[in-house]
């Protein structure tokens, strides 16, 4: 093996470094770390030709309480647009909850003939 030119790569030895050299930081102090809620309300309501829209949204995560609020108008067909696709999402939710239900009832299988 002496006889490949292959060296072996020397070691650095590590690095002496002053404890107050190094900027330690220290973790975040939660001011409740057990407790925390998020809050949101939006409404949205159709008067004239107008759609109004208001959201109020409100968090207290470590320690810090955020609000945030905005009002807007927008056109009367994107109201009805949003209305009409909340409604067929219930009603497609409901079919599906009464579909797993169907098989509880007692009119639910085929009828057969009485037989004498």
């Known amino acids: 093996m002496s006889n490949h030119p292959v060296r072996r790569a020397e070691r650095a030895l590590p690095k002496v470094v002053e404890?107050?050299?190094?900027?330690?930081?220290?973790?975040?102090?939660?001011?409740?770390?057990?407790f925390?809620?998020?809050?949101?309300y939006t409404e949205i309501s159709a008067a004239g030709g107008k759609a109004?829209?208001?959201?109020?949204?409100?968090?207290?995560?470590?320690?810090?309480?955020?609000?945030?609020?905005?009002?807007?108008?927008?056109d009367r067909s994107a109201?009805?647009?949003?209305?009409?696709?909340?409604q067929h999402h219930f009603l497609g939710?409901?079919?599906l909850l009464m579909q797993s239900l169907s098989w509880l009832l007692p009119f639910s299988g085929k009828r057969r003939p009485d037989r004498d």
């Open 19 to 34: 404890r107050d050299a190094v900027e330690v930081m220290e973790p975040t102090s939660r001011a409740s770390p057990f």
């Open 36 to 40: 925390s809620f998020r809050y949101s």
């Open 52 to 74: 109004r829209v208001r959201s109020r949204k409100a968090r207290f995560e470590d320690g810090k309480l955020t609000s945030e609020a905005f009002e807007g108008e927008l």
């Open 79 to 86: 109201y009805e647009q949003m209305v009409s696709q909340a």
């Open 93 to 95: 939710q409901t079919a």
